[in-house]
């Protein structure tokens, strides 16, 4: 074994044993929580419930606090953004909005098609094998001094 093999191995040890050590760390300090909350007396409940329900009803407020400041539509749409009156009638109108999208989507495919095989026809081999001349004669190199002559 080299002795970056060596350090390595001694690594992965050290790791290990760290990871055990905070395993058992963490048991003994869940096994302490579950026989401390055995012996709570009733007052203590109480008083954890309402501490917690506090903490709760303090993380909504300051969470509706942030969605005000901030603006944010808890629905989470972004139409919203555009304004109140256009987010309201795409929601409302979500079947037409749908249609509208997917014919936008549809009209701009074809229409890129289209300007695409009609700017690459004369170049195309089809183009070449459906003309009135054979494709040896654009190979010739006569052919160009007769078409120039004519």
Request: glycine share 6%; hydrophobic share 40%.
């Amino acid at each position: 074994m080299s002795t970056h093999q060596n350090k390595m191995t001694n690594v992965n040890n050290e790791q290990d044993t760290n990871a055990m050590v905070e395993k058992q760390i963490a048991n003994n300090i869940i096994e302490l929580l579950n026989n401390r909350a055995q012996q709570l007396t009733a007052p203590e409940k109480q008083r954890l419930a309402a501490a917690r329900s506090l903490a709760v009803n303090q993380l909504t407020s300051l969470q509706t606090q942030a969605i005000g400041h901030h603006g944010i539509n808890q629905s989470g749409s972004v139409l919203q953004w555009l304004g109140h009156h256009v987010g309201e009638y795409f929601g409302h109108h979500k079947r037409v909005s749908a249609v509208l999208m997917i014919g936008a989507v549809l009209l701009t495919f074809f229409a890129v098609q289209q300007f695409g095989f009609n700017h690459h026809l004369e170049n195309s081999d089809a183009f070449l094998l459906a003309s009135d001349l054979p494709p040896e004669a654009y190979a010739d190199k006569g052919f160009n001094a007769w078409l120039g002559s004519n």
